[in-house]
């Protein structure tokens, strides 16, 4: 055997062990039960939970398996809604009523597709918005960045998940979150932003909870307003056009220019247009960030989470901003 072979079958065995030993296989990870110790860093039982609320429509934002501040906001959430004590941890009652009647396994295997692994891809998303303008798309990186916004899953985590995988070729097998499938859709009537708790309400017609989002709301540059208003429009992959009577931190340019459409556009995939000029709900290129940080004036979801509320919005749904 090469010496030169040597290194990367080390590499390749450490990562195989630390997989298992943070019980994060895929059988693990699908028979995780409640447990009320406590574990540093990955969790199986945290990874399955975050994977059956998103599964739910209460968003924890990206699936980490660590848990987090928009983790304790979406099983409040969900708590509320299913009449357990809305305390934002996992107890046994909560852990109960999100493993009801689940018959879907929470990660499963997934063929990588032509469309997954081929681009074309973006070598570098520039940092300055002006610099952005020079490009012709604002497209995924790499196969990575798109299988971990495709599967709502933190980067690291999805490596983590297939230690020794290199996401380049079709037909390779990998282990995934099951999100692809969220519940049945309902027409939502009315949209609720939380400026104080940073989060995003959806509603059907009758007043009920029916989506959940963790969300960036606002900036001291740009406040977001207060008030009544209603969805106009929702665009997908959407140019945008930079005001410079925005005068945002950073951007120098005194005329107005525009940014090609794209998952790392700075308002992401999708574009939910409201009865307020250069006001939105919209995607981002950092999902991390999401309710972690401001945004630009507007209501700033994961992509997959604005992917998802705009199929369920329509022209004069109406969305109110809750001081």
């Known amino acids: 055997m090469s010496l030169r072979v040597l290194p990367a079958l080390i590499l390749l065995l450490i990562a195989v062990v630390s997989a298992e030993a943070a019980g994060l296989s ?3 990870v699908n028979s995780a039960q409640f447990s009320t110790g ?22 924890p934002g990206v699936i980490d398996a660590a848990g987090g501040e928009n983790f304790k906001k979406a099983l409040t959430a969900f ?42 891809f973006v070598e570098k998303i520039p940092a300055k918005m002006e610099e952005m ?13 798109l299988l971990s916004e495709k599967f709502h899953v933190d980067e690291k ?39 104080k708790r940073k989060v995003l309400r959806a509603l059907n017609k009758d007043g009920e ?15 977001a307003p207060s008030g009544n208003y209603e969805v106009r429009a929702v665009a997908e992959n959407p140019t945008y056009t930079y005001n410079p009577e925005y005068k945002f931190r950073g951007v120098k340019s005194e005329k107005p220019f525009e940014i090609a459409g794209g998952p790392n556009n ?22 991390t960030k999401v309710s972690k940080s ?4 507007c209501v700033r979801l994961t992509n997959w989470d604005a992917r998802d509320l705009g199929k369920l919005v329509s022209k004069g749904t109406r969305v109110e901003f809750i001081d």
Not at 49 to 54: K, M
Not at 168 to 184: D, F, K, M, Y
């Open 26 to 28: 895929l059988d693990a």
């Open 38 to 59: 406590k574990s540093k860093g990955a969790n199986p039982t945290v990874l399955k939970a975050q994977v059956l609320l998103d599964r739910a429509r209460f968003s």
């Open 79 to 120: 708590q509320d809604r299913n009449q357990v004590k809305a305390t934002g941890r996992l107890d046994a009652p909560t852990w109960e009523k999100l493993n009801a009647n689940v018959t879907e396994p929470v990660l499963i295997e997934y063929a990588l597709k032509d469309a997954d692994v081929k681009g074309p």
């Open 133 to 145: 303008k020079e490009l012709k798309s604002l497209g995924y990186t790499s196969s990575v960045e």
């Open 157 to 195: 985590l999805l490596k983590q998940l297939n230690p020794g995988k290199q996401f380049r070729e079709a037909g390779e097998t990998i282990v995934v979150p099951n999100v692809e499938q969220r519940g049945e859709r309902t027409r939502v009537s009315k949209i609720e932003v939380d400026k």
């Open 209 to 223: 909870l029916v989506a959940f989002y963790p969300a960036s709301v606002g900036s001291t540059e740009k406040p």
């Open 266 to 287: 700075p308002v992401g995939a999708v574009w939910i247009e409201i009865s307020l000029k250069s006001y939105g709900i919209h995607g981002t290129p950092d999902p």
């Open 294 to 297: 401001y945004s630009h004036g």
